[in-house]
C-alpha cells in the first residue's frame, strides 16, 4: 500500500505544479520556489513528516522534501545549539546532495558545451 501512498503523493504534487504553470504566468523556477516554502511550512506544523510516514520515498523525492530538509535540520540543531544552531543546521540533512550536484554540474560543463 505504501507504493499506492507513494504514486498518488508524487502525482499530485505534479499534478498541481501543472495546474499552476497551465493557469498563471509563473515559471517553473517560481513552482519549484513555492514547493520548497509549502514543504517547509508543512515540516513547521509537524504535516511532513506524517505525510512521509505514509507514502514513504513519494513523499521525500518531490521538490517539497527539500523545504522539508532544510527545516528539519535546522530545528534538530537548534535543539542542542539554540538559536546559533538554525544557521549552522539548516544544510545539514541537505549538504550532500547540493555538494553532488554543483559537483556533476561542473563536470558536465566541462564535458558539454553550455549554452551562454
Do not use: E, W
Not at 12 to 37: E, R, W, Y
Not at 69 to 75: F, V
Amino acid at each position: 500500500m505504501t507504493y499506492v501512498y507513494a504514486f498518488l503523493f508524487c502525482g499530485f504534487v505534479c499534478m498541481v505544479a501543472q495546474i499552476i504553470m497551465d493557469n498563471t504566468k509563473l515559471t517553473p523556477g517560481h513552482v519549484t520556489s513555492i514547493f520548497v516554502v509549502v514543504g517547509a511550512f508543512l515540516d513547521i506544523a509537524g504535516i511532513y513528516d506524517k505525510i512521509v510516514l505514509y507514502a514513504g520515498a513519494g513523499a521525500l523525492i518531490p521538490i517539497t522534501s527539500f523545504g522539508h530538509l532544510l527545516i528539519h535540520g535546522a530545528m534538530d540543531i537548534a535543539t542542542t545549539l539554540g538559536p546559533l544552531g538554525l544557521a549552522f543546521g539548516i544544510f545539514d540533512l541537505t549538504s550532500a546532495g547540493i555538494s553532488v550536484a554543483l559537483f556533476l554540474s561542473f563536470v558536465l560543463a566541462l564535458v558539454f558545451k553550455p549554452r551562454h
